[in-house]
């Protein structure tokens, strides 16, 4: 009897330890997306980008195809938003965080830009991978 308490009771101590960690990474993850929003929203293309991982094995997919490379998706972010106006004020509305595993979690949510040229809203799926000790976007599929 004393052998299933204790099972029992590590399991609950095991459980809490995967939930506290979950927790951590979920508020850092969050926090990553804030500071994207405080970039985009300064005309920072840049500062945005730190959210990213800085490889040309980064993804991107969203109107014009599939693009891979971080140097690639800020030049492309660039071109379609040259100037303050066309970027905007950007909020994000995150859905979802799930984790896929210990080191990775996928991320569901809106994104809204109210700006001069005309406002735009849609919908995006990211995927943070822990490398190296910081969290980042590995693949990002916006529409």
């Known amino acids: 009897m004393r052998k299933i308490q204790f099972l029992f009771i590590f399991l609950i101590a095991l459980h809490s330890c995967t939930t ?18 405080k970039a985009w929203s300064n005309h920072d293309l ?4 730190q959210g990213y991982w800085k490889s040309d094995s980064l993804k991107f997919y969203g109107s014009s195809g599939l693009t891979y490379g971080w ?11 040259p100037t303050k106006e066309h970027t905007g004020t950007l ?18 949510g809106e994104y809204h ?5 005309g406002n735009a809203n849609g919908v995006f799926m990211i995927i943070f991978k822990k490398m190296d000790g910081e969290w980042k976007i590995v693949a990002d599929m916006s529409c």
């Open 20 to 37: 506290s960690t979950e927790k951590e990474d979920t508020a850092t993850i969050l926090s990553i997306i804030k500071n994207q929003e």
């Open 46 to 49: 840049e500062g945005f980008m």
């Open 71 to 81: 140097n690639k998706t800020l030049e492309g972010y660039k071109k379609r938003y």
């Open 91 to 108: 909020v994000f509305k995150v859905n979802d965080i799930t984790q896929i595993e210990s080191n990775s979690y996928y991320v569901m």
């Open 113 to 117: 830009l109210t700006r001069v040229v």
